[in-house]
């Protein structure tokens, strides 16, 4: 195993371990942001949960539980997928900066879009590389 990768699983997953525990302890901020990805989620996956609260907990425990299996280096590869995944609809929801008028918070609002996006590279190099 390279000491690259030996380094890297804990520092990616540490932001999804952290963030995982914050939001389920408070989820309600976030399920306002994630209602309307949820509700056009919920009209496509027969499944997936209708309600934001539980979306966004259900998002949490993922981020929590694999973020852990990525730190550890157990089953690291389906963690860093389950990760990437995860990230779509999360990103969506909470940086829509395409739908910001003031210039300052759109560009605020991108550059954490950017971020992520930047996350969820990392998250397939570790998963597919």
Known sequence: MKLSRTIARPLVASLFIVSGLDVLMNPEPRAKAAKPVVDKVASVVPFAPTDPVDAVRLNAAVHLGAGVL?????????????????????TIAGHPFWEIDDPV????QRVQFLKNSGILGGLLVLALD
């Open 70 to 90: 990525l730190a550890a280096g157990v089953m690291s590869r389906l963690a860093a997928l389950a990760l990437a995944v995860s990230m779509v609809p999360t």
């Open 105 to 108: 918070k759109r560009s605020q």
